[in-house]
């Protein structure tokens, strides 16, 4: 049977609207059932007219017969794209002895506006109530009449601020819209077909508006960060059947009014009186004479942009374990598990009765909520009834990080029914799976993905209770490649880069968080925070690593060639401001919150520098600039012989002595050979010092554990992973974590509660060690040299008391699967799944393999799908196709 094209993708997604990328890149997997599937050839064909793509007619583009392999990141190159025009497209494929697939399922997109000039609305907002400290959520509406059957509607909407869009009584989109941007840069637009909304004759659409990132409160970094109040965009373009057109658009005629939402905050939580409740504002009929003229801003400077990350969405209702009374009458419940999101309630009562929804993470040791570390943070929502039946209430422009949940002033006797949690992030897929024979371990790697889950909303968040919640670069660009192993992050990191890019500053330095939402002018006058810096080593190198980082999880050349300039600018903004390739020792965030070790910040600064001279180096070859990637790789060779002579002593000493130095040193490759076997002794014995336990930060901890790997410690790295007295990672979990904490010693046995000005129990970049547990417990690597998986490297190290592991990874071309068992007799078994169209190289611990119960007679030695390339240092090398392989050696690995 010959392969078959499936799951067509437009710029990573499914059937995308409103695009304004001129040159879409498309994907498609293969389907085939016998091994070594492989592409040699496709033809695409693109057309506006669904029925001239039926005749296989492309009258868009027809890419003819082409022979490649390649089934991701196909350009479009057809004819010019129209603004709003809709592209069909369906692709056929050849396998290796050319025999032609069925054409493909349709897959299409829709191109935006793709100009400022085609946006004919204007912002509408309402004027402040004087008298309000928090402002109400302003409703929105406006009725009209269509004039006649309605062949196809666009909608096409934003905000400064959040807005929640409605067409006749339904709500249309997504959660948090547009989503945490650089309002003073660009605002994203988000395109919705409300074709089947509508109807001929009356209709009504309207909006609500929450403050959000632009006017309520941004970390501690107060309110009104970018303006004063929110304003909404609208243009709902109407194309009918006989073939005419009109557009509905925001402007004076519209009307607006204060409804049931006195305020809803990010950070201060929400208040609803559903006695003010707008029945039937947002259908047509409505009686909005007693509505307001709205107020209509002058203008926007900002860009208006494409959607580029993913929706914002509730991707799991989770019901509560337990409930108990409290001696004040309220009721405490645990939803069994740290999460990110809001509560649903149930409620009947009395009309005026006022409930309170109270968030925590943590009990305190008399068993109230633990609120003190969310400092002005106010997780709470206050629901005042109707008196109409069964209400149900959950919150519209508010979350909260929470385990516990206080019900005050509910009335009657509450149960397990009475609530649901709603988990709220960015959508992005899971694409990865981990599971061992240890059930700590398993909890760990739980623990890291519900991390992400929690802190991956529309920007890669530090923390999602207290008053922060901003895009820290360094926390992002450590845990970035975990991130991408769990769940598909090419969307949210695409567009977090533009907000990085959106930050950096004239001279070249990226900033310690994106978008910036003045954080460089808040630096500047708190004096008592002492960081003027904005390019905190590990924090601004997230500029040059997150691309990277798309580059080979997903073979993403086009965020390279894009960032190329502000990677550059980065770089040379580094190169600038140092003496003698040495990096200054101002005060930055150093290794951030690392335990028992100081890290000096020169040594640190320094690396990371050389580091991200090396990664653009290798960017410039990756993109054909061969005398870039020449400079700057003497640049970075410069850099390593300056490190060595400041830091580093004939004994492989280097300066601070921290294991964070030495692991830095080691995996960013700034030691001579001689050097580097010294400094992985110093970097075990003090590891052996310190009780088997380690002392690295948030910038340490990622590298720590592949530095041992790498250098013939796999010992020592699986001693660090389950170690379980503090500080570990599984001190924590034996302590009931459901989540990564920000601290190892957030809390203690013998301390308890750290410092509650700084001590979150749901921060991802500890949990960085994910990346580490796919790539070498798991097995699962990819090959810089054919990246985004096409070509794999599945080794697996066994080791420690992990004897089994299960690992699979959902790429571009289909899933990869790594699983494997170490025996008691030490014989070893490793079944590897690779995807049609890709291949793999597999590193088998021990000698004396077989393939499928077939025995290995010497290199060379060719099976079915596979081929043998010998031994070398204990392990049997593979190349395999696709197809599913069973690999096993005898006793004595």
């Not at 109040?229 to 004076?252: C, H, I």
């Not at 190329?564 to 965030?589: F, H, K, S």
């Not at 520098?609 to 990637?629: M, N, P, R």
């Not at 336990?693 to 990622?702: H, K, N, Q």
């Amino acid at each position: 049977m010959p392969i078959q094209p499936i799951q067509l993708r437009t710029e990573y997604r499914d059937n995308p609207l409103g695009l304004d990328e001129l040159e879409p890149r498309l994907f498609w997997r293969l389907a085939g059932k016998d091994r070594s599937e492989r592409q040699s050839a496709y033809r695409i064909l693109v057309s506006t007219s669904l029925e001239a793509l039926a005749q296989n007619i492309g009258d868009c583009w027809d890419s003819g017969k082409t022979l490649s392999g390649e089934s991701a990141h196909i350009v479009y190159a057809g004819a010019k794209l129209q603004a709003e025009g809709r592209y069909y497209w369906k692709v056929q494929a050849w396998d290796g002895e050319d025999r032609a697939s069925d054409w493909s399922e349709t897959a299409f997109w829709t191109m935006g506006l793709l100009s400022r000039e085609a946006y004919k609305g204007s912002w509408i907002g309402r004027k402040k109530e004087p008298d309000a400290d928090m402002q109400p959520s302003p409703f929105l509406r406006k009725a009209f009449s269509a004039k006649g059957k309605v062949a196809r509607a666009t909608a096409y909407a934003t905000a400064l601020g959040l807005y929640e869009f409605h067409v006749n009584g339904k709500k249309v989109g997504d959660l948090f819209a547009p989503g945490f941007t650089d309002y003073d840069k660009r605002v994203q637009v988000q395109a919705y077909d409300v074709t089947d909304l509508l109807t001929e004759g009356d209709n009504a659409v309207g909006a609500v508006l929450g403050d959000g990132w632009y006017c309520g409160t941004v970390g501690f970094l107060g309110n009104h960060v970018y303006g004063e109040r929110p304003f909404f965009l609208l243009q709902l373009n109407l194309e009918y059947a006989d073939g005419s057109k009109e557009s509905v658009v925001t402007d004076a005629s519209w009307r607006t009014a204060r409804g049931p939402l006195q305020y809803s905050d990010m950070i201060l939580g929400e208040t609803y009186d559903a006695r003010e409740e707008l029945t039937g504002w947002d259908r047509p009929g409505y009686d909005d004479s007693e509505w307001e003229t709205p107020d209509v801003r002058s203008g926007y400077n900002g860009l208006l942009v494409s959607m580029v990350e993913p929706p914002v969405r509730i991707t799991q209702t989770m019901k509560p374990i337990s409930v108990r009374r409290t001696e004040q009458g309220t009721y405490i419940y645990d939803m069994g598990q740290n999460m990110v999101g809001w509560t649903e309630v149930k409620v009947r009562g009395e009309r005026g009765t006022k409930i309170t929804l109270s968030h925590a993470e943590m009990l305190n040791p008399d068993g109230t909520l633990y609120l003190d570390n969310l400092r002005v943070a106010v997780q709470q929502e206050h629901y005042i009834l109707k008196g109409e039946g069964e209400e149900r209430y959950e919150p519209h422009f508010t979350f909260h990080g929470f385990r516990y949940v206080e019900l005050v002033g509910y009335p009657g006797e509450p149960d397990l029914h009475t609530i649901a949690g709603k988990v709220v992030h960015s959508d992005t897929p899971r694409t990865g799976t981990l599971e061992t024979n240890d059930a700590m371990v398993n909890k760990l790697y739980s623990n890291i993905t519900w991390g992400q889950r929690g802190n991956f909303l529309s920007v890669p968040t530090d923390c999602p209770q207290r008053d922060e919640r901003l895009g820290w670069t360094g926390d992002a660009q450590i845990f970035a490649r975990t991130a991408s192993y769990n769940m598909d992050v090419s969307q949210f990191f695409t567009k977090f880069m533009w907000d990085m890019i959106d930050s950096q500053q004239p001279s070249g330095a990226f900033t310690d968080v994106a978008p910036d939402a003045g954080w460089i002018r808040h630096k500047m006058w708190n004096t008592r925070l002492n960081w003027f810096a904005p390019d905190n080593a590990g924090w601004g190198d997230a500029g040059v690593v997150i691309p990277w980082t798309l580059y080979l999880m997903y073979g993403d050349t086009r965020i390279l060639e894009t960032h190329y300039g502000a990677m550059e600018r980065w770089v040379e903004y580094l190169r600038q401001t140092t003496a003698d390739l040495i990096r200054p020792d101002y005060a930055n965030y150093g290794d951030w919150l690392s335990i028992g070790a100081d890290t000096p910040n020169e040594v640190l600064a320094t690396a990371y520098f050389a580091y991200s001279t090396k990664l653009f180096s290798q960017i410039a070859g990756v993109l054909g600039k061969l005398e870039d990637e020449a400079k700057y790789e003497s640049l970075f060779q410069s850099i390593a012989e300056a490190f060595r002579k400041a830091f580093v002593g004939s004994d492989g000493r280097i300066k601070g002595e921290t294991q964070t130095v030495y692991v830095l040193a080691l995996q960013f490759g700034l030691l001579t050979e001689e050097l580097r076997q010294l400094a992985i002794g110093h970097l075990t014995d003090d590891i052996a010092r310190k009780g088997d336990r380690l002392s690295t930060g948030f910038l340490g901890v990622g590298y720590l554990l592949p530095a041992l790997t790498d250098n013939g410690r796999l010992d020592v790295a699986y001693g660090l992973l389950t170690q379980e007295e503090f500080p570990s990672w599984m001190y924590s979990i034996k302590h009931g974590a459901t989540t990564i904490w920000e601290r190892w010693d957030g809390w203690t046995e013998h301390n308890g509660f750290q410092t509650p000005t700084m001590n979150s129990f749901n921060h991802y970049s500890l949990g960085s060690v994910g990346e580490w547990m796919f790539r070498y417990m798991g097995g699962i690597e990819a090959d810089p040299a054919r990246p985004g998986f096409r070509h794999a490297v599945v080794r697996p190290r066994p080791g420690g008391r992990v004897t089994s592991a299960s690992a699979s990874y959902e790429s571009l071309y289909g899933t990869i699967v790594s699983e494997w068992e170490k025996r008691p007799d030490g014989s070893f078994r490793l079944r590897v799944v690779v995807p049609a169209n890709a291949t793999a190289a597999v590193d088998v611990p021990g000698v004396r393999a077989t393939v499928d119960g077939v025995a290995v007679s010497g290199i060379g030695d060719s099976g079915d799908g596979w081929a043998y390339e010998g031994e070398l240092y204990g392990e049997s090398r593979f190349v395999v196709g696709s197809g599913e392989y069973v690999f096993e050696t005898a006793p004595g690995i």
